[in-house]
């Protein structure tokens, strides 16, 4: 396959030119040259760039949708070649975070281990950092803003986050007019997630303050939230069907948290096993380009 496709797709999936560099130990000068060629002999835009993000324009999804179909393919071909399994199986080890893995991953995988009933899947859930080499990790799907050293990370998704409240506080308190009027609320963050890096019409900003239930729990913050305790800053993942169903209301909608976070799935370095890439390539099916969440 011509090495220009691979390179954008694993720009894509990283989700930045300088992150893709790194996991192919290349110069970003390079990697920026490579898909700059490979626009302009498309003669189309491919990748959106700002200061702060990368994504792909339309015409780019649909390409990197054709361009993972044929590598998938081309994958398939080199193993039935080589004589290798085209049936993953064998033990599976995955580690995700708590809410994350409770919300999206356990209850979309009955579809993927009922096409590969040979895995022997082994999922943890902690909101930790867990070591992939020393806990023998195959797969773990983290939300993060970096990419650690010796790791190849894959982007699933975004992290939008938003304000939100429920009826029954902002029926007891008023909502804030503005970002300033925040300082005078009941504001709701785990140990950690103070203070709120946000982005608004103005650009970022930062909102400071103790939260008014002490927790180290993000669940519980979104259980105080849905009880009417106060404000909270939540991922669009844990609180869509919240925000669509009306138990929970979006506040100052052109104000966000910022978006140097997203959602990740990371491996050691080297051949990924067999169960680990058809995993992959599942929830890239489920959440690229664009996850359901995000509706």
Known sequence: ??????????????????????????????????????????????????????????????????????????????????????????????????????????????????LYPEIELTLELSDGYSDLIRERFDLAIRITSATQPGLVSHRLAGNRRVLCAAPAYLSAHGAPSDAAALAGHRLLAAEGQ?????????????????????TNSSEVVRELTLAGVGIALRSLWDVSGELASGQLVRLLPTIQGSEDAGLFAVHRTGPLPSGAAALLAYLRGLWMPSAPWEA
């Open 194 to 214: 103070m203070p709120w890096r946000l982005i608004g019409p103005e650009g970022q900003f930062v909102i400071d303050g103790a939260s008014h239930v002490r």
């Open 1 to 114: 396959m011509e090495p220009d496709l691979s390179l954008f797709a694993a720009v894509v999936e990283a989700g930045s030119m300088s992150a893709a560099a790194r996991n192919l130990s290349l110069s970003a000068a390079m990697v920026s040259k490579r898909i700059a060629r490979l626009e302009a002999r498309l003669g189309a835009r491919l990748l959106h760039r700002t200061t702060r993000t990368l994504e792909p324009t339309p015409r780019g999804r649909r390409f990197y949708e054709d361009v993972v179909a044929i590598m998938t393919r081309i994958a398939e071909a080199e193993a039935r070649v080589a004589d290798r399994s085209a049936v993953p199986a064998g033990p599976l080890r995955v580690t995700a975070p708590t809410s994350f893995g409770r919300l999206h991953l356990a209850p979309r995988l009955k579809p993927f281990l009922d």
